[in-house]
């Protein structure tokens, strides 16, 4: 254990600021079975800091609350165990398609959807 970060963090974590964490967060637990670390309420129901744990790893997130914060699109990379599954859930969850999951030139199968607070998620699962 390393006392200079909580025990079980990994040593980075995306930090995503985006309009709307709260449904991100929703977005998150539905499509990755995200589980929810912690939470700190802002001003007029906006999030100043967030922190959800999808598999090995914590991803931070908060709503724009300060002006120099703006929100930002962001891409985050994601491995799971069935690609196709995770992006139909996505989809259903309403993410709008970005790239419907295929094999390319690299081991992975790989697609994309973004969420309603602009995050583009890539989806992939190692096939060979």
């Given at each position: 254990m390393s006392p200079h970060k909580p025990a079980s963090y990994s040593t980075v974590s995306p930090y995503l600021v985006v309009n709307?964490?709260?449904a991100t967060i929703?977005?998150?637990k539905r499509v990755f079975g995200a589980i929810e670390l912690r939470r700190f309420p802002g001003q007029a129901g906006k999030i100043?800091?967030?922190e959800v744990r999808i598999d090995d790893s914590v991803i931070m997130l908060a709503d724009p609350v300060l002006?120099?914060?703006p929100a930002i699109s962001s891409h985050v990379h994601v491995y799971v165990q069935d690609v196709d599954a995770i992006y139909r859930k996505a989809l259903?969850?309403?993410a709008s398609a970005?790239?419907?999951?295929?094999k390319k030139q690299d081991e992975d199968k790989r697609g994309g959807v973004?969420?309603?607070g602009g995050t583009t998620w890539w989806i992939a699962t190692k096939m060979e």
């Amino acid at each position: 254990m390393s006392p200079h970060k909580p025990a079980s963090y990994s040593t980075v974590s995306p930090y995503l600021v985006v309009n709307g964490a709260d449904a991100t967060i929703d977005f998150l637990k539905r499509v990755f079975g995200a589980i929810e670390l912690r939470r700190f309420p802002g001003q007029a129901g906006k999030i100043m800091h967030a922190e959800v744990r999808i598999d090995d790893s914590v991803i931070m997130l908060a709503d724009p609350v300060l002006p120099d914060w703006p929100a930002i699109s962001s891409h985050v990379h994601v491995y799971v165990q069935d690609v196709d599954a995770i992006y139909r859930k996505a989809l259903e969850a309403g993410a709008s398609a970005v790239q419907e999951p295929v094999k390319k030139q690299d081991e992975d199968k790989r697609g994309g959807v973004r969420d309603a607070g602009g995050t583009t998620w890539w989806i992939a699962t190692k096939m060979e």
